[in-house]
T-cell receptor, first 110, second 117 residues
Framework: DSGVTQTPKHLITATGQRVTLRCSPR?????VYWYQQSLDQGLQFLIQ???????AKGNILERFSAQQFPDLHSELNLSSLELGDSALYFC?????????FGPGTRLTVT | AQKITQTQPGMFVQEKEAVTLDCTYD???????LFWYKQPSSGEMIFLIY??????QNATEGRYSLNFQKARKSANLVISASQLGDSAMYFC??????????????FGKGTTLSVSS
């Protein structure tokens, strides 16, 4: 158990809909990272938050947004969903060099 | 250009044998870190081992060791005495600017390891 929690574990929704994925980092970790794993793109970095502030952006679509709350949990919002958004979404947290991953949320868009 | 290259889509090994999973990287940043993660069929990402660019010795963690050859820009993972539970996808990853407060991981495409009895 990495200490990072993500909910829900699975999510099935239709095209055009909006979903919110939730992540709680390990106790004491201020950084939260979001990654997407899909068959065609592999594992890619989406966005990072550090103590409530956006720190870095990767290949995140404009339809996607994230935030980190005062209690350090983070939410990733995906809107106007397309079939190609079906993927495994990971949250990771870390203080030093390592990043510890949550179990992921598997999103299926039908 | 690919920053992390894993050239072996699949590897097969027998139980109790050692196996090497290849990883080459590309960066001009002098401060970077190299990581290996294991992803079993259940999907979670498990951190295995870390090597910093300034580390003089190769990292080891139990049956895992990282063969770090800085001049060749390679960071191969060696698993000794393979077990059936080692069957999984293995990802090599890099963080540039490792001394900065949080930079993202760049992943390779992964290598599927199959261990047979």
């Amino acid at each position: 158990d990495s200490g990072v929690t993500q909910t829900p574990k699975h999510l099935i929704t239709a095209t055009g809909q909006r979903v919110t994925l939730r992540c709680s980092p390990r106790s004491g970790d201020l950084s939260v990272y979001w990654y997407q794993q899909s068959l065609d793109q592999g594992l890619q970095f989406l966005i990072q938050y550090y103590n409530g502030e956006e720190r870095a952006k990767g290949n995140i679509l404009e339809r996607f947004s994230a935030q980190q709350f005062p209690d350090l949990h983070s939410e990733l919002n995906l809107s106007s969903l397309e079939l190609g958004d079906s993927a495994l979404y990971f949250c990771a947290s870390g203080q030093g060099t390592e990043q510890y991953f949550g179990p992921g949320t598997r999103l299926t868009v039908t | 250009a690919q920053k992390i290259t894993q050239t072996q889509p699949g590897m097969f090994v027998q139980e109790k044998e050692a196996v090497t999973l290849d990883c080459t990287y590309d960066t001009s940043d002098p401060s970077y870190g190299l990581f290996w993660y294991k992803q079993p069929s259940s999907g979670e990402m498990i951190f295995l081992i870390y090597q910093g660019s300034y580390d003089q010795q190769n990292a080891t963690e139990g049956r895992y060791s990282l063969n770090f050859q800085k001049a060749r820009k390679s960071a191969n993972l060696v698993i000794s005495a393979s077990q059936l539970g080692d069957s999984a996808m293995y990802f090599c990853a890099m963080r540039e600017g490792i001394n900065q407060a949080g930079t993202a991981l760049i992943f390779g495409k992964g290598t599927t390891l199959s261990v047979s009895s």
